[in-house]
């Protein structure tokens, strides 16, 4: 099957089409004005925690405070893997995974807000819905860094496989491969496009992305400003060459020299 990614960038938005076999597969659309928070990191402040409504607002230097539902702290690996799955999607972004840096991550179902969170307490957050209208953005504390063919999860100690790989040997392999590779203590998510991805394509992900997250936990140390953004996620060209630039794209074209 023979691919094209073709991308029209403008000043005023940027158009991505992948074309298989002379038809239009997936077409994606950004406006600079419209850009998105989502899958920004941030280091912010609890300003209030609501017992009643299980959830705290979060100054992280926006207009509206954030908000961050008591799941969002906290959630089961099972449920982890399930919500995970759910949000892959090619050029898309990536939520949930780990916990809150500092704590334990190995507390029990059933936690309340309160026992979690108190006013005043600094938190590292990811935009996991933009703010809509009067709403502030929503956030989680399970902070997801996708790569090509992994997705980071760098405070759950848990391995998934995508469901779309149903092949029993494949996932088992991949499985093996991750476990071997990962460094104790952290999660991984393996993506539908890394089926048959080789063990040192798989190696090269991961350790660009511990590089990242290394990088991310050097400007969070030395953020004395807070609420700070201290990762901002990738542009939707960027993320277009990332998750669907495969071995069957023939022709990447643009027509914008700076892009």
């Known amino acids: 099957m023979s691919s094209e990614i073709l991308i029209n960038s403008t ?3 940027i158009r991505i089409a992948l074309v298989e076999n002379g038809h239009l597969a997936e077409f994606h659309l950004q406006r600079p004005t419209e850009k998105g928070l989502v899958g920004n990191i941030y280091k912010g402040k609890v300003v209030r925690v609501l017992p009643g409504m299980q ?13 961050l539902y008591v799941d969002d702290v906290y959630i089961s690996n099972a449920d982890l893997d399930a919500r995970m799955m759910k949000r892959q999607s090619p050029c898309g972004k990536l939520e949930f995974s780990s916990s809150l840096p500092d704590t334990d991550v190995n507390r029990t179902p059933g936690m309340n807000i309160e026992d979690l969170l108190t006013e005043g307490q600094e938190i590292t957050v990811q935009v996991g819905k933009d703010p809509i209208g009067t709403k502030g953005a929503r956030l989680t504390c399970h902070i997801t860094l996708p790569c090509r063919n992994l997705v980071f999860m760098p405070l ?4 998934g496989i995508s469901r779309k790989i149903q ?8 499985k093996e491969r991750i476990e071997s590779l990962r460094p104790a203590g952290t999660g991984f998510i393996v993506r539908t ?7 040192e394509e798989l190696e090269a992900d991961m350790e660009f992305l511990l ?6 936990q050097d400007i969070s140390g030395r953020t004395s400003t807070i ?3 201290i990762y901002e996620d990738l542009d939707i060209t960027f993320r277009s060459v990332r998750d669907l630039f495969t071995n069957e794209v023939s022709n990447l074209i643009l027509d914008d020299k700076k892009t």
Do not use: Q
């Open 11 to 13: 000043s005023y938005e």
């Open 55 to 67: 959830a705290a607002f979060v100054d992280i230097g926006l207009e509206r405070t954030g908000f």
């Open 156 to 159: 759950t100690e848990h391995i």
């Open 167 to 174: 092949n029993e040997e494949s996932r088992a392999i991949l």
């Open 193 to 199: 496009v890394a089926e048959n991805a080789t063990l």
């Open 211 to 216: 590089l990242l997250w290394d990088e991310i």
């Open 227 to 229: 609420p700070a953004m």
